[in-house]
Every structure is written in C-alpha cells, then in structure tokens.
C-alpha cells in the first residue's frame, strides 16, 4: 500500500466540496443525497442548467451564479474553479456546493473542478445527477434503448470539430444522442449521413427537457435540422438519433400528465415565500402546469444574544409552558439544545404548545409530542386556547419580530408571558440573477402582507401579483403594486386560480408545452 500524499486540511477544517449533478430540470429529479448536500452547504454556487428552484434546499446559504449564460460577464472555467476552493477555504472552511446541470461528468467539466479540488487538497465528493441525455430523450417518450430497436447507444457534442471521422467510429452504436449541437444540427446531420446513417432514421429534438417549457421536434435525420427550424427550437435542447425515436409516437407521455399541459403551462408564476418549508402552494401551480420560481423573501439568522438565550433555556425552572409559533423556532431550539450539550429530556418539566399542525409535526420529527395545538392554527387562536391558568408562566421562544397578539391575549387572561429571542429573521439577499428571473415571471403570488412588503423592497413593485385575500392586498396597493388580483378566499387553490386570472388578463399567449 501506498501512503496518500495528498496534502489534507487541518482536521478541524470544514472545506469541502459536494459536486451535485442537479438533474436536468424538472426539480423532482435531484437526488436525495444532493438534497441533503444542499441542506448542509453554506455556500453554493450554481449555473445555467441547474434549476434555481432546487436552491430552496438550502435556504440558509450563500449563492453564487456562475453560469456563462444569461450573464453579463462571462465567467471562465479557470475561474470557477479557483472561487470554489477560494469559497471552500474562506473562514474557518466552508461546506461549498457546486450545483451543475444534468450529470456532474457528462459534458459538465466536472471532471475538471474534482481536479481543482484534489490539486488545492480539499476534500470532496461527487454526487451523480441525472442526466439530460438520458431524462430528455425520456421525457419526449423516447427510450435511449429499447430491445430489438436499440441495444447501445452514445452521448456525444455537437460541438465536436472532428465531423465525420468521429461518426464513423460510432457506426455500431444504435442510438446517437447529442448535447450542444442544436446550431449546428445541419452539418452534424450532413456528417453522420456521409458516415453512413440512413437519412431515413427518425431524429427527434427535445429542448427544455423535463420542464414546463419542454418542446420537441420530429423527423428523419435528413429533416431533423429544418424541422427544428420552424420549430424555432434553440439550446438547451437534446437531439436523438435513431430508431427509438419513432417510439414517442406511442410513448409520449408528458404532456399528458395532468397539468403538464394545463391552464397555467409555460408560463412562470413566482411564489414568494416568508417561511422555511417546503410550498404546498408550489405544487398547486405545477400541477397546473406553472413553471414555479421560488423566492425566499426572509432567511433566519442566529440570535443577536446566545448567551441570554443560553442563560434562559439552561434553567426553565417555574415555566409551565414552552410556546412555538414557527417551523424555524422547533429547528433552532433544537440547535440551542444541542450548542448547549443537552437533548430533548431537557425539556421533559414543560408542556409544549404549537401554533399549528406543521409546526407540531416539526416537534414530533424530533421526538416531542406537542400538548396543545389550537383548533385553528394561528397566535391569536393559541393566545385565546391555550390552557393556561392564570399566574402561569409561558415562554415564547420566537423571533425578534414576533406576533403581539398572542402577548395579548395570553396577559388579559392573567397569564405571565415572556419572550426570548431564539432566532432572526432578515430580508433575504438576491443575486442579480435570481432578481432577473424574478423580473421575467409573468405573475407573483403574495401569501401575507409581509410578503408584499418585503417583495417591494428587494425587488420593486413593478409586477402582477395574486394576493391570498383582501388585507393582502391592500397591503399590496400600500406597498405600491398597481397590478393586484385577489384570492376568493383564504386557500391554496384560490391564491392558484388568481394567479391564473392575473395572467388571462396580459396579451403573451402561453408558449404551448409540446409541438
Ligand atoms: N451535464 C449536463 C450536460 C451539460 S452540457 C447533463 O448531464 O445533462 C449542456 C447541454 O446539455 C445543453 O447544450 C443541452 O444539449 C443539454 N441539456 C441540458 N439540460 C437540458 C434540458 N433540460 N433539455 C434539453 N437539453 C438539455
């Protein structure tokens, strides 16, 4: 055996780099071990072809665009690859994520940033992606093999230089699938039939595989360039040659699936969000077909005091009740509880109140069954119920910003209330790139006065937006937004179909899924 050479970081570091594939668009298809990746990252930097929307897997930490595309500067690889072992190595060592679109090592330059890694001793790992060579091609109903049609097949670049001579090595392959050449789609096609294919072999282009905005064309090798033409069909786009092409004919199958070609199909609806958690709003939206931009409005941040907080949750002596009003509050107490050595027996002398069934479900994800959920969720319905006797003590641990009316009504009752402060919340930051894909959404849903408030400073007011119900928007008009529809009432489904009225309004024609 020989030993490693490779010079490794103080151990105490935390550099290290997680290579994600994020799969090729639709955010369902990233992995879960690049979900957790993205949980554990304080920094993560992300290009073109990684859907944004997988950045609300790690809500807490920095981003950095670095795609090439849809960017004013171009970013080189050399420089890519020195900001992530710069990010990796800053402070004390940061936990960096480099999200890249598809699979990490097929056409991605992975290979190249795993390089960088090794070459600066920062430890890394490789999580694969799904990739679109694959997942495109699936997603028009094409299998990239099939039995007696295909039983090999290859990814190649239409970027190649080589032309013909690179064909002809791959004339046993059944299946051809190209990445990056739908410009060149003519010359590619002219080579490969001068390599010998026959220009009667059904081809099919996928562009925007697995999203809403997915579209495809059809036909032989020899017409494939010009279908793609009138389709007016760009990058990013897949292009598959072979016999397993005419199998979308049977196959196809996305956009059948209901709300793929659905009211709100390839148009984007923003959904901006003042919590953690994932959005059940979101999938309301792509279930009718939406393109959903997640936009974070808020990040929490640790309290401005540890050692009060510390101080006060080390001795809980005479409090009866422990009230939650937030996902973020269960999460951070149980960080406080681990920073402070201790576990959930700590809290065994306490009654735990929830504001609502979510926030109990956070608890019970950490062993604790909260005793008291009131019948609707809500910090006035949790000051009005909780069964509290006069003279008892209640601990709210909650934000800076938190809600008076459960001090409220917990005080007209004779009940001592107290707040600690167990986390921040501040205004998200935006990239200049989440801000452009922002300004590109045809609608924007605001769940909550705050929302508005909080959208018109990062953003501006410069939008359509559906509100949850009238004091949202009349919050929104105070806030300055001209253009507001209001929800009929206070659902998911309301707030969807107001987006949908928002956008039946404007002139643009959805961009249909699938030609
Ligand atoms: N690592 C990526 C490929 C990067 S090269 C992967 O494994 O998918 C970039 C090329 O990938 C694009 O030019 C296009 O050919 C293809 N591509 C990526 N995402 C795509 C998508 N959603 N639909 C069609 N093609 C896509």
Not at 376 to 386: F, K
Request: with cysteine; charged share 20%; hydrophobic share 45%.
């Amino acid at each position: 055996m020989t030993a490693d050479a490779s010079p490794t970081p103080a151990p105490t570091s935390r550099a290290f780099v997680s290579l994600i594939g994020a799969g090729p668009g639709d955010p369902g298809l990233l992995t879960l071990r690049g979900a957790e990746a993205l949980r554990q990252a304080d920094v993560v930097l992300f290009d073109y072809l990684a859907n944004p929307e997988l950045l609300r897997h790690c809500p807490q930490a920095e981003t950095i665009y670095v795609g090439k595309k849809g960017f004013s500067e171009y970013i080189s690889q050399e420089q890519i690859n020195a900001l992530l072992v710069d990010k990796a190595r800053e402070g004390g060592g940061k936990r960096v994520a480099r999200l890249k679109g598809g699979d990490v090592f097929v056409f991605g330059r992975g290979g190249e940033e795993a390089e960088a890694c090794v070459q600066a001793g920062i430890p890394f790992e490789v999580v694969p992606g799904v990739t679109s060579a694959i997942a495109a091609p699936a997603y028009a109903g094409i299998p990239v093999t099939h039995r007696e049609a295909a039983r090999s097949f290859a990814v190649l670049t239409g970027n190649t230089k080589e032309g013909g001579a690179h064909y002809e090595r791959l004339s046993g392959v059944d299946t051809l699938v190209l990445l990056m050449g739908v410009r060149n789609l003519d010359q590619i096609a002219a080579d490969l039939i001068a390599a010998g294919r026959d220009p009667q072999t059904p081809a099919a282009t996928v562009q925007w595989g697995t999203t809403a905005r997915q579209r495809v064309a059809t036909g032989t090798l020899a017409t494939i360039a010009q279908a793609v033409r009138e389709a007016g069909l760009e990058a990013p786009a897949v292009t598959v040659v072979g016999e397993v092409a005419r199998l979308r004919d049977t196959l196809r199958w996305f956009d059948k699936v209901p709300g793929v070609g659905g009211p709100l199909a390839g148009r984007t609806v923003a959904v901006t969000r003042t919590r953690g958690g994932a959005s059940a709003l979101s999938d309301v939206l792509r279930a009718r077909g939406a393109d959903v931009l997640e936009v974070p409005l808020i990040r929490f941040a640790d309290t401005g005091d540890e050692a009060a907080l510390h101080a006060r949750l080390r001795d809980l002596t005479g409090v009866t009740w422990l009230l939650l009003t937030s996902n973020q509050a269960v999460t951070a107490l149980f960080t406080h509880l681990r920073r402070l050595g201790l576990d959930a027996r700590h809290l065994g002398g306490v009654r735990l109140a929830a504001v609502g069934p979510s926030t109990a479900r956070s608890l019970e994800e950490g062993g604790l069954r909260a005793d008291f959920v009131p019948s609707t969720p809500g910090a006035r319905h949790l000051g009005a119920e909780l069964p509290a006797q006069a003279g008892d003590l209640v601990l709210h641990l909650t934000s800076q910003v938190a809600e008076d009316d459960l001090q409220r009504g917990l005080e007209a009752r004779g009940v001592r209330y107290e707040r600690a402060e167990l986390y921040r919340t501040e205004p998200a930051q935006m990239t200049q790139h989440a801000l452009a894909r922002l300004r590109q959404a045809d609608v924007v849903t605001l769940a909550s006065g705050s929302a508005a408030r909080h959208l018109a400073a990062l953003a501006g007011t410069d939008f359509a937006v559906a509100a949850m119900g009238p004091q949202t928007a009349d919050a929104a008009r105070a806030a300055g937004f001209a253009r507001v529809t209001v929800a009929q009432e206070a659902a998911l489904e309301a707030l969807a179909d107001a987006a949908q009225a928002a956008l039946a309004g404007t002139q643009e024609a959805a961009t249909p899924p699938s030609i």
